[in-house]
T-cell receptor
Framework: DTGVSQDPRHKITKRGQNVTFRCDPI?????LYWYRQTLGQGPEFLTY????????KSRLLSDRFSAERPKGSFSTLEIQRTEQGDSAMYLC???????????????FGSGTRLTVV | AQTVTQSQPEMSVQEAETVTLSCTYD???????LFWYKQPPSRQMILVIR??????QNATENRFSVNFQKAAKSFSLKISDSQLGDAAMYFC?????????????FGEGTQLTVNP
């Protein structure tokens, strides 16, 4: 296993276009997270999944954003009608959380840098 | 809501010397995790060190150690014998134990430069 993979690494799109990013987590991890990071800032939580269920969404996740994790494996994050304010690094992470004996921390991917022109 | 504050946007250190990065946080809960993450220019966030709030002993990982002051809600990172490869953005982060595995709250980051 090579860790958390994100595709593409970079995306440039015109305002108003739709974009979709993919994240492949570590295979044995049951939780998957999306964060957004703007330049010079810390990551901000967007949403997370346990297996295929989306358990929490931030208010940052507007109606133009949708995330899915079909079959509890890879996840996609789609942004519709992109705006310049959507320009950011989108980070994916995964973790293993057990009912007993817990939690082993996040592993992050390298991110997808989105530029909206 | 939890907040994390890093008051040092930039720090620099000479190679082989020691540097301390500051972090304060605010929470009304008593049981939580604290983390320091490193983000090099390649952008992948890497866990440096983790501290569980119920443990009084400060965590250490090789050249990295923390000074956890629970009453003061302070969680500083000390890097000893700094190396050129330590240059990166460092983020302090927090989440509650009862929601383990959910959202992390990050600080604004500290850009560390290591001078040869």
């Amino acid at each position: 296993d090579t860790g958390v993979s994100q595709d593409p690494r970079h995306k440039i799109t015109k305002r108003g276009q739709n974009v979709t990013f993919r994240c492949d987590p570590i295979s044995e991890h049951n939780r998957l997270y999306w964060y957004r990071q703007t330049l010079g800032q810390g990551p901000e939580f967007l949403t997370y999944f346990q297996n295929e269920a989306q358990l929490e969404k931030s208010r940052l996740l507007s109606d133009r954003f949708s995330a899915e994790r079909p079959k509890g494996s890879f996840s996609t994050l789609e942004i519709q009608r992109t705006e310049q304010g959507d320009s950011a690094m989108y980070l994916c992470a995964s973790s293993l959380v057990k009912a007993i004996g817990g939690y082993y921390g996040y592993t992050f991917g390298s991110g997808t840098r989105l530029t909206v022109v | 809501a939890q907040t994390v504050t890093q008051s040092q946007p930039e720090m620099s250190v000479q190679e082989a010397e020691t540097v301390t990065l500051s972090c304060t946080y605010d929470t009304s809960e008593s049981d939580y995790y604290l983390f320091w993450y490193k983000q090099p220019p390649s952008r992948q966030m890497i866990l440096v060190i983790r501290q569980e709030a119920y443990k009084q002993q400060n965590a250490t990982e090789n050249r990295f150690s923390v000074n956890f002051q629970k009453a003061a809600k302070s969680f500083s990172l000390k890097i000893s014998d700094s190396q050129l490869g330590d240059a990166a953005m460092y983020f302090c982060a927090h989440h509650l134990r009862k929601t383990s595995g959910s959202r992390l709250t990050f600080g604004e980051g500290t850009q560390l430069t290591v001078n040869p």
